[in-house]
C-alpha cells in the first residue's frame, strides 16, 4: 500500500509519502528527498524498500514544491526544514 500521509511535526503537521509492504508491518526507514523535492523518483525508491518489507516514509519536507531545474547556491536560497518555507527559486518552483 503507497499513500500520501499527514503527521505531526515540531507542533504541526506535515505530509509525506507512505510505502508499506503487502503484509502491513516491518522495519521502518525514511527516504530523504534530494532538492527537487517529493517527486515520483522518490516514490518509486520507496515503493521498492516496500516491495522487500520495509514501511518506508518520504518526508515532503517543501510542503508540495518540486523542481526539474539545477538549483546553484548563488540562485536559489532555501531552508529544508518540516514546518519551514518550501524552496524560493522564482519561476523554477513550481508546485506537484
Known amino acids: 500500500m503507497d499513500e500520501m500521509v499527514r503527521f ?3 507542533r504541526h ?6 510505502a508499506t509492504p503487502a ?6 526507514l525514511l527516504v530523504i528527498l534530494e532538492y527537487w523535492g517529493l517527486v515520483d523518483h522518490i516514490k518509486r525508491v520507496a515503493d521498492r524498500f516496500a ?3 520495509f514501511v518506508a516514509l518520504a518526508p ?4 508540495g514544491k518540486t523542481t526539474t531545474s539545477r538549483m546553484t547556491p548563488r ?5 529544508s526544514t518540516l514546518t519551514g518555507p518550501a524552496p ?4 523554477r518552483a513550481t508546485t506537484s
Open 88 to 91: 524560493t527559486c522564482g519561476a
Open 8 to 10: 505531526p511535526a515540531n
Open 23 to 28: 503484509s502491513g508491518r516491518g522495519p521502518g
Open 13 to 18: 503537521s506535515t505530509s509525506g509519502y507512505l
Open 60 to 63: 515532503d519536507f517543501f510542503d
Open 51 to 53: 516491495q522487500v518489507g
Open 75 to 79: 540562485s536559489c536560497s532555501w531552508r
